[in-house]
């Protein structure tokens, strides 16, 4: 009979040092902890004045948690300590729970015991059931530390307890479902949570097994423990109501996430939208359909929470996560938080059919619009709004106000090649401007036509001269204009300059390639 529920249990041992050794700087080190085998060094984490957690190379060499900083080091000379860091700590278990994201839709790292997570592990029958389910966890956790331990089973305290055995140290532990009771009856009592002083009080007793305490009279254990000793019986029994619920997804298109802690920066955010994403995209792949907008909500935390959604639409309708990353990422990295954010939502506010275009390597002439606005989201983040723009077409004569440049926030095919000049072509021939025409001194001959001029300190002798053509126009502006064109080629510098005489005198305003 299949388990109304079933949950798995991602224990990571000594997540708060690798953590911290993810973010402590160091010169030519792999900084990846499960090739770095920081395990093998005897590292501890300190809190005020005392050990907080220590690697298993410390515990070898006699050093425990509690210990004070001068205890530790007698034992161990060569002790490397760093601080613990609650914001670094926080930041990494939001990493790996996005990573965890991507394998179920229900995670829950566990506040009091950093380095663990509920995940939910009921209804994968249809992709490979929970034996693939608990490869996939492993592998992801082994990022961390490689004797990552995962265990499933009916309840989140009967899976955490048995990442403890010794089975779950060479592959995923499995409990059949309805044995959790059955399974408890031989865990130390020590796995189940409770008070040091409830502790202390059960082993003076002689109770040493979680069977031993399901065992007692719950009336009796409520009259001399209370509610805190009716919990741990019920426990006992393997009578858990917790559930891996921190991240949801009751609409395949949309996926809610708190964070373990608020954050103030983007970065644990990104980990969220890239593991919610992938997600996301399998849902609308499977369906044969692609996002058109993606919808990022941010829930800021304070006294009265509020919720902030902005979308991103690409240029084309997509289901592939690397582009609709890029353009979520940019979205990101312009977003300025003005409160620290504890919960994030990703969702597709709007989907279309897929269409059916494929990419040809062999045909130089196609373009993947979807990696093109991708690389254009990137540089607008990186170099501003406005740093990619597209020439268009003015209404006027005059050449420097026939065209104009127009920033653009989703990729375009390119123009026809006249079009790049934002002016006037001849015979194939492309208009440079200058940013704005500059004064020359021109020779005429007896006819009025140049046949010399100076610019910038050099001297042009012209061979060819075409003109004059003569513009006028917008005399209802401010700044109406009326000119005599030339375009002469320079013996000099081997170029056709474009120059105009008007009122005020000669003016070089560009040249044709």
Known sequence: MTSPSRVACVRIPRFPIAAAWLAAPRDGDDRDPSTAHWDTQPIALVRGTTLRTVTAEAARQGIRTGMTLPQARARCATLTTWTWDEPTLAREITRASAAFLSASPQVTPLREAPGTWWVGAQGFEGIGGEGHLARLLLRLARAWHPDARVAIADTCITAQTATWSTRAHREPVHIAPGEDAVYLMRVP????????????????????????????????????????????????????????????????????????????????????????????????????????????????????????????????????????????????????????????????????????????????????AAAADAALARLRTTLGADAVVRPVRRDSHAPERAGAWDAIETFTPPPPIDALTGAVTRDGRALRLLPAPEAIHVTTDAHGTPCELRWRGARHTLTQVQGPERLSGEWWQADPFTREYWRCVSATAGASLVIYREARGWRVQGWED
Not at 204 to 214: C, F, H, Q, S, Y
Not at 222 to 248: F, I, K, N, V
Request: aromatic content about 4%.
């Open 189 to 368: 009592l020590a796995l189940l949570p409770m008070d040091a002083e409830l502790r202390e009080t059960l082993h003076a007793l002689g109770l040493r097994t979680a069977g031993e305490v399901a065992a007692l009279d719950p009336l009796d254990v409520e009259r001399r423990w209370g509610a805190e000793g009716l919990a741990l019986w019920r426990l006992a029994r393997a009578d858990d109501p917790r559930r891996a619920s921190l991240a949801t997804r009751d609409d395949p298109r949309h996926v809610t996430q708190e964070l373990p802690a608020a954050v103030t920066t983007m970065e644990p955010i990104l980990f969220v939208v890239r593991a919610a994403l992938d997600r996301l995209v399998r849902t609308l792949a499977a369906d044969g359909r692609a996002a058109a907008a993606i919808a990022i909500t941010l829930t800021m935390a304070g006294a009265r929470p509020r919720r902030i959604t902005r979308e991103v639409r690409p240029a084309t309708p997509m289901a592939r996560v690397g582009p609709l990353f890029e353009r979520c990422r940019a979205l990101l990295d312009s977003w300025t938080l003005d409160a620290p954010v504890d919960a994030v939502e990703v969702g597709v506010a709007h989907a279309v059919t897929a269409t059916a275009e494929q990419g040809d390597l062999l045909t130089p002439a196609w373009r993947d």
